[in-house]
């Protein structure tokens, strides 16, 4: 039973254009949900994060939106790079229950020079 | 700082072998987690520790053991390995409830079992 799902496994876009990684949820009780970055050979790093309290928040070129009422979230990369290819994975958590993140299955993202 | 350390970072077992996945952070973290990943999937949690001495299942715990005897370290023991335990095995830590749940990630292990 996937509570996180990322339907795209892969996306393509051109350098300097917008990268838009989405990201479905199932359950409403989801308190805070975050994006994950990983390159090959390499373990995730944190990329920004949002409070189920929040519907946007931007950290330089990069802004998560939160659609609750959809469950749906999206990370949206402006301009984009090619150092910004990579794995990208949403995980979301309970708050009373922080330590348990339920990742999706990640979207490769390729940025075309 | 180091971060989140991982060793080794490639292991090859034969079936019903045994073997320890060590993992060390020096960012004075009390949470500790262990994750698989299989190939076109999400990480799945293994087990975790809240602290020296206190330990907890997660998702995927069948196969595996852990202690946790400092805040540094926290290893993971795979018992009778199976074909099915090949995985990229990653290592986080956290500082917990109160500070940003953001987890840190170690660079993983490739374990696999043939």
């Known amino acids: 039973d996937q509570q996180v799902k990322q339907n795209s496994p892969s996306l393509s876009v051109q350098e300097g254009r917008i990268s838009i990684l989405n990201c479905d949820y199932t359950n409403s009780m989801f308190d805070y949900f975050l994006w994950y970055k990983k390159y090959p050979a390499e373990g995730p790093t944190f990329l920004i994060s949002?409070?189920?309290?929040?519907d946007k928040n931007e950290d330089g070129r990069f802004t998560v939106f939160l659609n609750k009422s959809a469950k749906h979230l999206s990370l949206h990369i402006v301009p984009s790079q090619p150092g910004d290819s990579a794995v990208y994975f949403c995980?979301?958590?309970?708050?009373?229950?922080?330590?348990?993140?339920?990742f999706g299955s990640g979207t490769k993202l390729n940025v075309k020079p | 700082n180091a971060g989140v350390t991982q060793t080794p970072k490639f292991r090859i077992l034969k079936i019903g072998q045994s073997m320890t996945l060590q993992c060390a952070q020096d960012?004075?973290?009390?949470?500790m987690y262990w994750y698989r990943q299989d190939p076109g999937m999400g990480l799945k949690l293994i087990y975790y520790s809240v602290g020296a001495g206190i330990t907890d299942k997660g998702e995927v715990p069948n196969g595996y053991n852990v202690s946790r005897s400092t805040t540094e370290d926290f290893p993971l023991r795979l018992e009778l390995a199976a074909p099915s335990q090949t995985s990229v095995y990653f290592c986080a830590s956290s500082y917990g409830r109160g500070r940003s749940y953001e987890q840190y990630f170690g660079p993983g292990t490739r374990l696999t079992v043939t």
């Open positions: 960012m004075n973290h009390n949470y």
């Open positions: 949002i409070s189920s309290i929040k």
């Open positions: 995980a979301a958590i309970y708050a009373d229950n922080f330590n348990k993140f339920y």
